[in-house]
């Protein structure tokens, strides 16, 4: 048969605490609990002694002698390394004076320790948020659906949202990025490496479109599922802006070179007013010829000249397609009224022209640009 202090006891070890009462003296009376284990005490263990003598501590005296006063209330302790919390009740006989102290302990080392990490957690991120924030680049962190969990200053800085107007909102309504390959595919890649990077173009929050060099890393949960996503922009319009004129400008002055040497690789040289010359030096190209007609008809057209000395010397190779477009150049040249003479007419060249059945009916030729000269000086005397 159970006696009552059994029961009392069994149903104290099935509790996590520690009941206790003491006399006036101090004496304990009664001490069970699970939770006294520990301290390295067993339930009941301590009945007997004096709390005074076995509790040291300054403050666990003042608990026990404020309760023995009348006074109720709780406090928190360190006692051998465990974190105790106590609720000291006075003890009152049937006339209402008090005669000891009750108490009932809970151990909640475990808890504070719990709430310590917490606390030293949230002290770190929110030490590694104040460096976030430092930084000059735009630093978000949303989720797979878009919704923005984390907006830094530098991300209000770049984008013109406060992290207000930003977190719990869809990034992509807000940003409504372009990209040049398709956001769908770059989730794709994210989702399947993890990680993403290369330039986007966001809108700001006034309208304004900038662009960015973007990194892209996919966090997963404690289960290796995707949790969400950290993204960090650069924000790099005026660089590119920068380059883009610096490339304009760098066309524009290839472009202008090109011109130049155009122009100096057939130059039309008035010798009179009346007389000009264009030596053709180098290779020629179908593309080269054109040049060469181009500014033998532009040249005579704005000089009104009477004749055009075309001199071959300086050209290596006249094969048909080069001779025919000199002809055509020469043809072209008499429908303008000038007289065309062609020198430096060497043997390979003269074969070429005769298998090509060339028609040199209009055209006078000389053997030398000298000679050349010479004929188109006594013709202009001639026609005075």
């Known amino acids: 048969m159970w006696e009552y202090k059994d029961v009392a006891r069994a149903v104290f070890d099935s509790l996590d605490l520690m009941a206790w009462a003491i006399d006036r003296e101090g004496e304990i009376l009664i001490s069970e609990g699970a939770a006294l284990r520990a301290l390295g005490f067993e339930a009941g263990a301590t009945v007997g002694l004096n709390a005074f003598q076995l509790y040291t501590d300054p403050e666990v005296t003042l608990n026990l002698r404020q309760a023995l006063a009348g006074e109720p209330h709780g406090s928190t302790v360190e006692v051998g390394g465990r974190t105790l919390e106590t609720r ?7 006339a209402g004076a008090v005669g000891g102290v009750v108490g009932v302990t809970h151990d909640v080392t475990e808890r504070v320790q719990a709430q310590r990490e917490i606390d030293r957690q949230t002290v770190v991120l929110r030490e590694q948020a104040e ?83 973007s990194r892209w890393v996919l966090r997963r949960d404690a289960k290796g599922q995707p949790d969400a996503v950290l993204e960090i922009d650069t924000d790099i319009t005026a660089r590119k802006q920068t380059a883009e004129a610096e490339s304009r400008r760098q066309q524009e002055i290839i472009r202008a070179q090109a011109l130049a040497i155009e122009e100096l690789s057939t130059p039309l040289i008035p010798i009179t007013d009346e007389i000009l010359v264009m030596p053709l030096i180098g290779m020629m190209d179908s593309a080269r010829v054109q040049q060469v007609m181009h500014s033998l008809l532009s040249g005579l057209s704005a000089s009104r000249g009477k004749f055009a000395i075309l001199d071959i010397t300086g050209v290596p190779v006249v094969d048909t397609a080069v001779a025919n477009a000199i002809l055509r150049a020469a043809h072209a040249a008499r429908l303008l009224g000038t007289e065309v003479i062609i020198t430096g007419i060497r043997p390979d060249v003269a074969q070429t022209l005769v298998h090509i059945g060339a028609d040199l009916s209009n055209i006078t030729t000389c053997g030398t640009l000298q000679s050349g000269i010479s004929y188109a000086l006594r013709r202009g005397r001639k026609s005075l």
């Open 131 to 213: 460096l976030l924030d430092l930084a000059h680049d735009a630093i978000r962190v949303r989720r797979l659906d878009g919704t923005v969990v984390y907006w830094n200053h530098g991300a209000e800085r770049i984008l013109g949202y406060s992290r207000e107007e930003a977190i719990g909102h869809d990034i992509r309504a807000l940003l409504r990025t372009v990209a040049d390959d398709e956001l769908q595919a770059i989730e794709r890649q994210l989702l399947a490496s993890g990680y993403w990077e290369g330039e986007l173009t966001h809108r700001r929050r006034d309208g304004q479109s900038i662009i960015v060099s």
């Open 88 to 94: 000291f009740t006075p003890m009152r006989d049937a």
